[in-house]
């Protein structure tokens, strides 16, 4: 498994932006799919994005929440073992604990992970959008 940990939340004014970072541990980040949740108050943590890991039928593919898309963008640099989320036009609905997850192998686009999938887990970073 890797160590995760995640940076970059914030107190953002709505239709601002942040980026998140989670930083990983090990030598085999690359082989990892990385995917972003969140859990507002009161609510279920979320799926929010992932980025998969390259393999001879995924291409390092992205997937987004509908509720997300053509906001956010997840990307990831392998060489220094970092996945990133860039949010933008953030909205008071935003407003949660994001937290950066792994799962071991490639995943499949169109098809909605479930946090059963990734096997570890950061402690979050908490995002806070107001009217």
């Known amino acids: 498994q890797v160590q995760l940990v995640e940076s970059g939340g914030g107190l953002v004014q709505a239709g601002g932006s942040l980026r998140l970072s989670c930083a990983a541990s090990g030598r085999t980040f690359s082989s990892y799919s990385m995917g972003w949740f969140r859990q507002a108050p009161g609510k279920e943590r979320e799926f929010v994005s992932f980025v998969s890991a390259i393999s001879s039928w995924s291409g390092g593919s992205t997937y987004y929440a509908d509720s997300v898309k053509g906001r956010f963008t997840i990307s990831r640099d392998n060489a220094k073992n970092t996945v990133y989320l860039q949010m933008n036009s953030l909205k008071p609905e935003d407003t949660a604990l994001y937290y950066c997850?792994?799962?071991?192998?490639?995943?499949?686009?169109?098809?909605?992970?479930?946090?059963?999938?990734?096997?570890?887990w950061g402690q979050g970073t908490q995002v806070t959008v107001s009217s």
């Open positions: 997850a792994a799962h071991w192998g490639p995943l499949r686009v169109g098809f909605r992970p479930l946090e059963a999938d990734f096997g570890s």
